[in-house]
């Protein structure tokens, strides 16, 4: 099994949807990443968290660290065909931050149709 | 100006040849990475340097050798490439060690035949 799981692993939706993803570990997180990845390209940075209960925003894309720093979800309002692509949840688990190593989770694939 | 840049973007190879894919990144960071993506878009780290100095080596055969000739670059070897090395390869960088954004490069998109 994976050390971060996120699911789900792929998600279609039709556009002004809301939508969740979530990302779980059973170890604690120390730094919780949310990237962006569009077909061919790299990863764009979306947020980090750090604290639990940390939640952070930009535009219409809002994440959340639970208290425990075990889960992370990223959530989406109104979608827009601009939101598709790859996102990744990247975290620092314990017994393997040191020199920023991340661990990342499969991935899910948003499709948002006009 | 592109902070972390890799070439080439797609490298197309047959199976036994060895190659090089090079990363440099222009933010001053101290930490570099290698990962690779597989097919089904699953993202692992295979090896870190900080300042020259390899601090991270998963378990990667060796027919993969990274090289940094200064904390700017982070060039990645492979030899006798086989069909299972197809993947992404990313390159990515950090201010320094520790937790932080990492910036990510464009990827090389390497095919083995």
């Known amino acids: 099994s994976q050390e971060l799981e996120q699911s789900p692993q792929s998600l279609i939706v039709q556009e002004g949807k809301n939508l969740t993803i979530n990302c779980t570990s059973s170890?604690?997180?120390?730094?919780l990443y949310w990237y962006k990845q569009k077909y061919g390209e790299g990863l764009i940075f979306l947020m980090m968290?750090?604290?639990?209960?940390e939640e952070k925003s930009h535009e219409k894309i809002t994440a959340k660290l639970d208290e425990k720093k075990q889960q992370s979800s990223l959530h989406i309002t109104a979608s827009q065909p601009s939101h598709a692509g790859i996102y990744l949840c990247?975290?620092?688990?314990?017994?393997?931050?040191?020199?920023?190593?991340?661990?990342f989770g499969q991935g899910t694939i948003l499709t948002v149709h006009p | 100006d592109t902070a972390v840049s890799q070439t080439p973007k797609y490298l197309v190879t047959q199976m036994g040849n060895d190659k090089s894919i090079k990363c440099e990144q222009n933010?001053?960071?101290?930490?570099m990475y290698w990962y690779k993506q597989d097919s089904k878009k699953f993202l692992k780290i295979m090896f870190s340097?900080?300042?020259?100095?390899?601090?991270i080596n998963e378990t990667v055969p060796n027919r993969f050798s990274p090289k940094s000739p200064d904390k700017a670059h982070l060039n990645l070897h492979i030899n006798s490439l086989e069909l299972g090395d197809s993947a992404v390869y990313f390159c990515?960088?950090?201010?320094?060690?520790?937790?932080?954004?990492?910036?990510f490069g464009p990827g090389t998109r390497l095919t083995v035949t």
């Open positions: 968290l750090q604290k639990g209960g």
């Open positions: 340097y900080n300042n020259k100095e390899l601090i």
């Open positions: 170890k604690t997180l120390y730094g």
């Open positions: 933010l001053g960071h101290d930490t």
């Open positions: 990247g975290a620092g688990i314990a017994g393997g931050t040191s020199y920023g190593k991340l661990t």
């Open positions: 990515a960088s950090i201010a320094r060690q520790g937790l932080g954004e990492q910036y």
